[in-house]
């Protein structure tokens, strides 16, 4: 067949325009995203064609589908061709030099390596190294780091990119590709919400299939002739989806020995009767069939492989008597095989190598995949991960299970938990692998999918594993219980995972410490309809248990150790911080210290229920650092999650709503895991005025969930609901929402939760009329707080008392009650609550004929609302300050140059209605949730028609 050109980049030349403009003005990061096929490489390489010539180091990494377990191996084996761009030793960053191990290729172009870390500090190494990448690639600059397939990385190389990313040196482009459908973590390329960096280029290009217009120009520039016909372009767009790769596969299978249509003219009907996959099949079929035997023999052994392969591999696999060079050179030419960096050959696509394995004879594949498993014993180390591949294709079954067991621990114990989870879900999948094999890997994947952050799959093995019979009963009882904690955290199903680990725990007797770890998990009192009583019982049977078992097991110690200072913070006792400082840092085992980073991201969520705010942020960095280390991604996840609603409460609500929004997109399976999110979403909208979103957001955070509700959140999504049923004027509506929380609160004994929601519920009370209802409940309170560690709870209790005493016309009381509520948020860093803390002192004073000093209060509460974004509250300040005849002294912001009804500019106050407007919200709603007359708003509205140009309110959209 004769060969077909590469075409241009028909339908890319916006997008390769964009990509070039952003990484030849660095620092610059560039994410391309796109399915198989679509065209992510040949975008990337034609911008580094371009680039060649500029001067600028092109380094490029590559991530595998069948990968080891080699942290970071991507970018390293990208920058074993930095050394001609390099200054000499003596002028580079001496951290560099830890690079020296790595990177043995470059050895005389580094400075001497550094003094090692501390003793069993892996977090020194960790950002040693990460230090020598961005200085090393600081020295190479101008240079452009490309790291493909970014969907196959290993965690390792996700964090370095993430701190590449973050702070990138000056003269460096950094572009990754990723395919959105095959992430680990969906919507997540690096594994955790992505940032602008500061003062950097960033873009992200999302690249489409082709349309109608673009298949036949690409038609016709791979056939190097005029335009083809409207109607094959469009059968052919239909029947390859747009899909560059595949377009071009089906074209090439379509002509003839001359390059040419059979009969010289594209007939649309020649695309109907086979589809896509069959068409790629028959162009592959066709581009072999003119092969050389060695040539062919090549191209076989590099399908097997599957991954890119040097000479000497592939001719080992081949098995070919003869050298394979000219065999090898002969498929390079008819563009079968591509080469790969570092004298590696591969297909061009993982669509072509499928379609080429699928066409080889099932014996001789079987013969290939052996003589593969016998080239790759001979390396060091062996590729454990390939091996299990190619002896499961093999049909060699015993090898399959060691190779495959080895592979996972040997992934587990280099912190990449996903890769194991995989291996072994893989393994348990197959019907081959043999019954007495199943138990041991069914109790390892339990042990690593409870670290994990997927889930789904891991759930759905576990279940039918445990469906039949063949497990022990200790094996049975230890996955069960380790099912019940992948319900209860990851999944977010807490009462399904509650029966588990209870049902777990008959088989358990015998093991004791396995059984402690389970009633550990049910001592966790933020869950269930149990008395805090019962989860302190748990917590000691848990204790006891260990004592036996405490030096056999220090994971299990860990476990359960983890448990008991999360139990600590989570009622504020006085000796939680005491006992958090006894958590074993830096064990050396990474299994012990996994525990280590989920007790401190759940001592980050709880310090921040409690007030405790520095020493949560300080909770977060740690569980941050530890989670990284040893690939605990479901700690990290929690810490990322906690954060969100860390940064609410202390009023850093720039871009908050942004990561609160995405954290829900991507747990639609696991709301419970988003329910600090929702939360955060239904008060930021709450503070913004917009009632409908509130409503559905602090509802989705549980507080109607009775059985498997976080309470800490569900107690403060009550509080909000309360307050906006009271905004509405619905009286019974909140307080059937306050006595519902104040129940559950009762019920289980730890009124440190109720922070947020006492306050509301006393409020709802008093404007029912019900005050001694009120004074019991601001009693109950006190005493349920009473000898704990809980600063918000302490603000609260004053919030309520101050409310109580100006309902019973005690203001000088409610004046100080209020304004200590509000120097406690102050000391705590929490603006939101002082300013409305702030706000109730001015009503009192008020009372008092301060009129003055309740204006100046105001005024300063309002400036605040405005400065965070919370529309709702700043009108209702300037309401007040309009009611006492105060004016509004408050700062709203620069008026556009040109006055007021310049085109195109709006004032703050227009903002706040369009916002409004474009939520679908009704004038009447508007002067609602901005304290203004029905005629303002509509002279408001009316003036934003004007200057956005549109004529009707459905055309308006949010400002930014």
């Not at 500029?54 to 990494?61: D, E, Q």
């Not at 799959?457 to 019940?484: Q, Y």
């Not at 280590?596 to 020493?615: E, F, I, K, Q």
């Not at 509506?733 to 609160?745: F, G, I, N």
Request: with cysteine.
């Amino acid at each position: 067949m004769t060969s077909v050109d590469s075409p241009a980049m028909v339908g890319r030349e916006a997008a390769l325009r964009a990509l070039l403009d952003a990484i030849t003005r660095p620092p610059a990061v560039a994410l391309v995203e796109g399915e198989a096929g679509i065209g992510k490489t040949r975008l990337v390489r034609a911008a580094i064609d371009v680039l060649r010539d500029g001067g600028r180091t092109v380094l490029l990494g590559h991530c595998h589908q069948l990968r080891e377990p080699f942290p970071y191996g991507p970018v390293l084996d990208a920058l074993r061709h930095v050394a001609a761009a390099l200054p000499a030793a003596e002028a580079l960053n001496p951290v560099t030099g830890a690079l020296r191990g790595y990177l043995p290729e470059l050895a005389g172009h580094l400075p001497p390596s550094p003094p090692p870390p501390p003793v069993d500090d892996p977090r020194a190494e960790r950002h040693r190294l990460f230090r020598a990448v961005h200085a090393l690639l600081d020295a190479a600059a101008p240079a452009v780091l490309v790291v493909e397939d970014l969907h196959w990385a290993d965690d390792g190389t996700r964090d370095l990119l993430r701190f590449l990313t973050h702070q990138p040196p000056e003269g460096l482009a950094l572009v990754m590709t990723f395919r959105r459908e095959d992430l680990p973590v969906p919507g997540l390329p690096l594994g955790h919400a992505y940032r602008h960096p500061p003062g950097a280029n960033s873009l992200v290009i999302s690249l489409k299939p082709l349309d109608v217009e673009a298949v036949r120009t690409l038609t016709s520039t791979l056939l190097g002739r005029s335009q083809v016909t409207e109607d094959f372009a469009a059968r052919l767009r239909e029947r390859t989806a747009g899909v560059p790769f595949l377009i071009e596969e089906v074209v090439r299978s379509l002509l003839d020995g001359d390059g040419q249509f059979p009969g010289g003219v594209e007939e649309p009907e020649s695309l109907d009767h086979i589809a896509v996959p069959l068409l790629l099949r028959e162009a592959m079929a066709e581009q072999l069939a003119g092969l050389s035997p060695p040539a062919l023999h090549a191209v076989h052994a590099a399908a097997v492989l599957k991954v890119p392969a040097d000479e000497r591999l592939i001719a080992a696999v081949s098995g070919a008597a003869a050298p394979t060079g000219a065999g090898l050179l002969e498929v390079l030419k008819a563009g079968v095989l591509l080469e790969h960096p570092d004298g590696q050959y591969g297909f061009r696509h993982a669509l072509a190598q499928q379609a080429v394995y699928d066409a080889i004879p099932g014996p001789d594949r079987q013969l290939t995949h052996r003589r593969a498993m016998a080239a790759l014993t001979a390396l060091d180390p062996p590729p454990l991960v390939q091996l299990a591949y190619h002896a499961r294709c093999a049909g060699e079954y015993e090898a399959w299970r060691q190779h495959g067991g080895a592979a996972a621990d040997q992934a587990a114990a280099l912190g990449d938990v996903p890769l194991a989870v995989e291996l072994l879900e893989g393994m348990l999948a197959d019907p081959k692998l043999p019954r007495e094999a199943r138990g041991p890997l069914a109790l390892q994947l339990s042990r690593l999918a409870a670290i994990g952050l997927s889930h789904r799959r891991a759930v759905r093995m576990l279940r039918h594993l445990l469906s039949d019979d063949f497990l022990s009963r200790e094996v049975r009882g230890e996955a069960r219980l380790n099912l019940g904690v992948l319900l209860a955290n990851q999944a977010g199903a807490i009462a399904e995972g509650r029966q588990e680990v209870l049902a777990a725990l008959p088989d358990l007797e015998d093991r004791p410490g396995i059984a402690a770890r389970g009633l550990a998990l049910l001592a966790m009192p933020a869950y269930g309809a149990e008395p805090i009583a019962t989860h302190k019982k748990w917590m000691d049977q848990a204790e006891s248990l260990l004592v036996s078992v405490a030096d056999e097991n220090p994971e299990l110690t860990a476990t359960v150790h983890a448990n008991k200072v999360t139990f600590a913070m989570l009622v504020g006792s006085p000796d939680a911080f005491a006992l958090a400082g006894t958590l074993p840092v830096n064990d050396p085992s990474a299994a012990v210290r996994r525990q280590v980073a989920r007790a401190y991201s759940n001592l980050c969520d709880a310090a921040t229920a409690l007030g405790h705010y520095g020493p949560a942020d300080r909770f977060a960095g740690e569980g941050r650092r530890i989670a990284e280390e040893t690939g605990a991604l479901y700690p990290a996840y929690l810490v990322e999650v906690s954060s969100i609603k860390l940064d609410w409460l202390t009023g850093r609500w720039d871009g908050l709503r942004e990561r609160a929004a995405a954290v829900v997109e991507v747990t639609p399976e696991a709301p419970l895991l988003a329910v600090d999110a929702q939360l955060v979403l239904g008060m930021l909208a709450l503070a913004r005025g917009e009632w409908e979103e509130a409503e559905e957001r602090l509802a989705a955070a549980g507080p109607r969930e009775l059985d498997s509700a976080f309470l800490p959140v569900a107690a403060a999504a009550s509080g909000g609901l309360v307050e906006l049923h009271l905004i509405r004027g619905s009286v019974d509506a909140a307080l059937a929402e306050a006595d519902s929380a104040v129940t559950r609160l009762r019920r289980k004994g730890v009124w440190v939760w109720g922070e947020q929601v006492v306050p509301a519920a006393v409020t709802a009370l008093l404007k029912a009329g019900r005050s001694d209802q009120a004074a019991e409940l601001v009693a109950e309170f006190a005493a349920g707080i009473e000898g704990t560690d809980a600063p918000a709870a302490e603000a609260a209790l004053e919030s309520a008392h101050g409310a109580l005493a100006g309902a019973e016309g005690r203001f000088e009381e409610a004046a100080r009650r209020h304004g200590q509520a509000h120097a406690a948020y102050e000391a705590m860093r929490r603006p939101y609550g002082a300013a409305r803390e702030a706000e109730a002192e001015a009503g009192a004073r008020l009372e008092l004929d301060d009129g003055e000093a309740a204006a100046e209060i105001i005024a300063r509460a309002g400036e605040r609302y405005t400065g965070l974004g919370a529309t709702h509250d700043a009108a209702r300040c300037r309401h007040l300050l309009r009611e006492i005849g105060a004016g509004s002294p408050m700062h709203e912001g620069r008026k556009a140059r040109g006055g007021r009804k310049a085109r195109g500019v709006l004032s703050p106050r227009e903002s706040e209605v369009a916002r409004l407007v474009a939520l679908g919200q009704t004038n009447r709603e508007i002067a609602v949730v901005l304290f203004l007359s029905r005629r303002t708003v509509d002279t408001h509205v009316a003036r934003v028609l004007q200057k956005l140009g549109v004529r009707t309110r459905y055309e308006v959209c949010p400002p930014p």
